[in-house]
């Protein structure tokens, strides 16, 4: 298993600023994910962060809006840049543990509203 | 495209019964299949995992059985519990990739 914190749990921002979410586990871990999920909705992939190489952004995200840095195992951040109301959403890191790759651990989630 | 279909409406029951919660899956061929509960304000926490060479998987008071002919997962809670209410999300994931698609979930509340 994988015990999994992120900072800041919430946050109001105004628009047109960055809000920069981290996410630390407590073991090494190959793989993490981060998920958007807005009101409602369910959790959609944002990108999978590589350590030590550029993250893996799914269709519709793109690294200048979602800025991931993965500096070791067990620590990555997501920025998201430029807010806009639209930006306000759960953002989520998950992590896989498993060599089979078969169960995720997920954090508490960030809440972010945007103003 | 990929679909995944979870009943969108709350499932309302009586405390002890059994809960039965759908996944229907279209455009998909997953290799595995897994369920997570999530609360309010809070992540998604893994549940039950059921390959597709696995009829049915058991945990305790859970149940989920995978036909994929029918291409639908089922979930059950047996003897619920007002504890049990929360969001159950159905989670398949493709061959040879470890990251699942999501459902938008089923609320499930349990009333005493």
């Known amino acids: 298993s994988a015990v999994i914190s992120q900072k800041p749990s919430r946050d109001i921002c105004q628009r047109g600023t960055s809000l920069t979410i981290q996410c630390q586990v407590d073991s090494q871990v190959t793989m993490m994910f981060w998920y958007r999920q807005q009101p409602g909705q369910s959790l959609t992939l944002i990108a999978t962060a590589n350590q030590g190489s550029e993250a893996t952004y799914e269709s519709g995200f793109v690294i200048d809006k979602f800025p991931i840095s993965r500096p070791n195992l067990t620590f990555s951040t997501l920025t998201v840049s430029n807010m806009s109301p639209e930006d306000s959403s759960i953002y989520l890191c998950?992590?896989?543990?498993?060599?089979?790759?078969?169960?995720?651990?997920f954090g508490p989630g960030t809440r972010l509203t945007v103003l | 495209s990929q679909k995944i279909e979870q009943n969108s409406e709350a499932l309302n029951i009586q405390e002890g019964k059994t809960a039965t919660l759908t996944c229907n899956y279209t455009?998909?061929?997953?290799?595995?299949l897994q369920w997570y509960r999530q609360d309010p304000g809070r992540g998604p926490v893994f549940l039950l995992l059921?390959?597709?060479?696995?009829k049915e998987k058991r945990k305790e008071r859970l149940k989920v059985t995978f036909d994929t002919t029918l291409k639908q997962s089922l979930f059950h809670i047996t003897a619920s519990q007002p504890a049990d209410s929360a969001t159950y999300l159905c989670a398949p994931v493709s061959g040879g990739s470890y990251i699942p698609t999501f459902g938008r979930g089923t609320s499930l509340i349990v009333h005493p």
């Open positions: 059921i390959r597709e060479n696995e």
């Open positions: 998950s992590v896989v543990t498993s060599g089979r790759g078969d169960t995720q651990y």
């Open positions: 455009n998909y061929s997953p290799a595995y």
